[in-house]
Structure formats: structure tokens, C-alpha cells
């Protein structure tokens, strides 16, 4: 059992910053790929960046170039650098991870950015 919090959300400007968290309850070593979710209201929700353990990376078009992923398997956290923000960022971003028999997920953080 994986348990995942996530924090970093908030209210940024366009053209902002902000850095997502995600802290597993145990070592992240198993965790084949971790990923990072988004959900805006009335739509459904859609990949925005996955890291293998690897260290192998995709992200969903909308993102590619603004946001990075990256995993520390020794802290068991996720990151999610999210640059150049614009206001359709705006979401629920969620973290998950893939263990050997099921996937795990967090539960959930706000950003919201304004125009």
C-alpha cells in the first residue's frame, strides 16, 4: 500500500511558476512510472507528464517545454516544475503511481491561474 499527499498548489499569475510535491508513505524504489494527472472542471482527466524509474520521460502536448518532471527515489517524492503557467493550466493535479499490482493515486491539489 502506497499512500501519496501532494502539495505546491495555489494561485499563480500567468506566466508564473509553481512546483508540485508528491510524497509517498514508503520507498518509491517499486514505483515502475509515477505521473502526474490533471482534472479542470467539465472535462476529464488527462496525463500531463509521467517518469519512469528509469528516469525516462512524456509528457501530454499541451505542456511539452513549460513543465518538468522528476522523481528522488531515496526521498520517495515526485516533483512537477510547471513554468510559463497560463490561465487553461488552471486544475486539480493529481499524482500517481504504478506499483506491481495496481495503481495508486493522491488526492488531488489546486492551481488556478489567473489572467
Known amino acids: 500500500q502506497v499512500q501519496l499527499v501532494e502539495s505546491g498548489g495555489g494561485l499563480v499569475q500567468a506566466g508564473g511558476s509553481l512546483r508540485l510535491s508528491c510524497a509517498a508513505s514508503r520507498s518509491i524504489f517499486s514505483i515502475s512510472t509515477m505521473g502526474w494527472y490533471r482534472q479542470a472542471p467539465g472535462k476529464q482527466r488527462e496525463l500531463v507528464a509521467a517518469?519512469?524509474?528509469?528516469?525516462?520521460?512524456n509528457y501530454g502536448d499541451s505542456v511539452k517545454g513549460r513543465f518538468t518532471i522528476s522523481r528522488d527515489n531515496a526521498l520517495s517524492v515526485a516533483y512537477l516544475q510547471m513554468d510559463s503557467l497560463k490561465p487553461e493550466d488552471t486544475a486539480v493535479y493529481y499524482c500517481e503511481a504504478e506499483g506491481p499490482y495496481r495503481a495508486y493515486w493522491g488526492q488531488g491539489t489546486q492551481v488556478t491561474v489567473s489572467s
Open positions: 517518469i519512469a524509474r528509469s528516469g525516462s520521460t
